[in-house]
């Protein structure tokens, strides 16, 4: 299975469904990912991720 991008949060996932948001509208149409370890940091404060993982930089 190919990963897909959730088009609300931009989490990055392998299942039908985003495990944050709980959002079923998800597409295989994304560019980059940016991985956050620590919401606490510069680019997770940024980007305003609150919870660990991978989220893709642009979703089509």
């Given at each position: 299975m190919s990963e897909r991008?959730?088009?609300i949060c931009h989490r990055v996932t392998e299942e039908k469904e985003c495990e944050v948001c709980k959002n079923?509208?998800?597409t295989r149409n994304w560019k980059g990912?940016?991985?956050v370890y620590d919401p606490e940091s510069v680019m997770g404060k940024k980007g305003e991720y609150t919870?660990?993982?991978?989220?893709a930089l642009q979703v089509f």
């Open positions: 991008a959730c088009k079923k509208d998800l990912v940016l991985t919870i660990p993982g991978r989220y």
